[in-house]
């Protein structure tokens, strides 16, 4: 598959942006070449490749620069199909080109969701996964193998100082940063999408405090609980982490945080229908590393 996905240029976009409905105000749109470019797409697809009145048009589609079809899958696909979708889009272009092929750009694109980190700033990767239920390790779904999910967290230079204790008494971060990392980051999509519901936080409380310093590193731990309650989805994790402060220079090299607890209900895109009583749920932070 990587070798046949070497032969395309690979482009991720919001599946809301590439079809909007008509009421859709276009100078809201974030990347309207994009849209245009998608739009040009479906015109020229066989009937029948996106179904009529869906509400979502995420899938797997091959296309020229010029936005020609040269193959589509609508929504979730898997491998084999996958592969078998980049074979026949790959050999629907060279007969479109008479065999011309231009090398693909080999451009070093970030991965990650978002702006890039700010100076002062840091950039948190998420992991979200259902807890071992006794001899059960790993909760799983017809349609998901072992799901997991992931997310990324943007902390402001102010945001940081934050979580740096001043001397060794224990320090309390503020509801809003607290309100912020709980409403946007413990969420239940480990197996889907969650809901947008901006009164879900209930309440928390944060404190780090200096727990060792060897040299310039210093490092802190970090305590919490949060009750998170809407969108019909109920969570009560608690916090535990342990960062590392390089004061020599002057940020964080370790920001280890996770959050564990009972998460309940269902959204309506998150896959819990059918497991909606309680069980555990993990959320897991890191600092967001850059690969090679």
């Known amino acids: ?53 869906t509400s979502t048009f995420q899938g797997s589609y091959c296309m020229t620069a010029e936005g020609d079809y040269l193959g589509g899958a609508f929504a979730w696909v898997d491998r084999d199909r996958t592969v078998q979708l980049l074979k026949s889009s790959l050999e629907n272009f060279r007969k479109k080109s008479d065999g011309e092929m231009k090398p693909v750009p080999e451009n070093e694109l970030p991965l990650y969701v978002g702006p890039a980190p700010a100076k002062g700033g840091l950039k948190i990767q998420l992991a979200y996964r259902d ?31 934050e979580f740096l204790p001043e001397g060794k008494e224990a320090k309390t971060l503020s509801q809003a940063l607290v309100k912020k990392i709980s409403q946007d980051c413990l969420k239940d999509c480990a197996r889907g999408q969650c809901n947008v519901d901006k009164k879900a936080f209930r309440s928390g409380e944060w404190t780090v405090k200096e727990s060792g310093r060897q040299g310039n590193l210093r490092t802190i731990e970090l305590r919490g609980t949060s009750s998170l309650d809407g969108g019909g989805v109920r969570f009560e994790p608690t916090i535990y982490g342990q960062l590392e402060y390089d004061e020599g220079e002057g940020k964080f090299v370790h920001f280890d945080l996770v959050a564990v607890g009972q998460r309940s209900g269902a959204s309506e895109f998150n896959f819990r229908r059918g497991d909606e009583d309680a069980a555990p749920l993990g959320v897991a932070f890191r600092l967001f590393a850059q690969k090679k």
């Open 131 to 161: 807890l071992p239920r006794g001899s059960n390790r790993y909760p799983q779904t017809d349609r998901i193998e072992r799901p997991v999910n992931l997310g990324f967290l943007d902390l402001k230079p102010e945001e940081v100082r």
């Open 1 to 53: 598959m990587q070798a046949l996905a070497k032969e395309f240029v690979c482009v991720a976009d919001e599946c809301w942006d590439l079809s909007p409905p008509d009421w859709f105000n276009r100078e809201w749109l974030k990347t309207p070449r994009s849209t245009r470019l998608f739009e040009s797409y479906l015109k020229k697809a066989p009937e029948g490749l996106i179904p009529q009145g």
